[in-house]
């Protein structure tokens, strides 16, 4: 399979503590971008890297939130101290420079 | 600052009939891209198609077909022969052309079709 990879597929956790979730591109990809997609809405954008390079940040991701893409592979999203709002399917997506994005299929996560 | 409104939130049809699902943007962009994605059950966003603000050709590709009216801030899309596998949420979005090469989308909210056999 040479999609866009998540893992996990799901995550269910305590308020307050924190997770990490991973996105693996298309390997030849050079962008990654994460969404936030809550319940019956559009997904949103949070950020995104170009190579190992973060160029964007959205304010929808707060000081709880951190994204990296060490090599300029895969990625990863840390969420600390979670609160019940973070409730959502976090999608990765990935592209090559002016091209359309691929997701994947999500990572849900709730927080109970 | 962009929007997207899709403003059916849900539209159930028969198998076979033909199904227009709207979306309505805006942006003080003059150079964007417009895209439909499709998330079936599964989770994982399904590009279909990408547009570029310059193009206002209709374009088909098989039972899809969009048509994208600069004058009225439309980019719709049609089902021709709906058919069971096409029940899905399909989001329509935007994104500025220039900017980070056109992929930080804007999404509109999104409509759920059901098609019924």
């Known amino acids: 399979d040479t999609g866009v990879s998540q893992d996990p597929r799901h995550k269910i956790t305590k308020r307050g503590q924190n997770v990490t979730f991973r996105c693996d591109p298309i390997s030849e990809h050079n962008r990654l971008y994460w969404y936030r997609q809550t319940l019956g809405q559009g997904p949103e954008f949070l950020t995104y890297?170009?190579?190992?390079?973060?160029?964007?940040k959205s304010r929808l991701l707060s000081d709880r939130f951190s994204a990296e893409r060490p090599k300029g592979s895969f990625s990863t999203l840390e969420i600390q101290r979670t609160e019940q709002g973070d409730s959502a399917m976090y999608l990765c997506?990935?592209?090559?420079?002016?091209?359309?994005?691929?997701f994947g299929q999500g990572t849900r996560l709730t927080v109970v | 600052a962009q929007k997207v409104t899709q403003a059916q939130t849900e539209i159930s049809v028969v198998e076979k009939e033909d199904v227009t699902l709207d979306c309505v943007y805006e942006?003080?962009?003059?150079?964007?891209?417009l895209f439909w994605y499709k998330q079936p059950p599964s989770g994982e966003l399904v590009f279909l198609i990408r547009r570029n603000s310059f193009d206002e050709q209709n374009e088909i590709s098989g039972r899809y077909s969009w048509n994208f009216q600069k004058s009225t801030s439309s980019f719709n899309f049609t089902i021709t022969a709906s058919q069971v596998v096409d029940s899905a949420v399909y989001f329509c979005a935007l994104s500025d052309l220039l900017k980070n090469a056109g992929n930080m989308l804007t999404f509109g909210g999104g409509t759920r079709l059901m098609v019924k056999p």
């Open positions: 997506a990935s592209s090559l420079v002016r091209s359309e994005a691929f």
């Open positions: 890297f170009q190579n190992e390079a973060q160029l964007e």
């Open positions: 942006t003080r962009d003059t150079t964007y891209y």
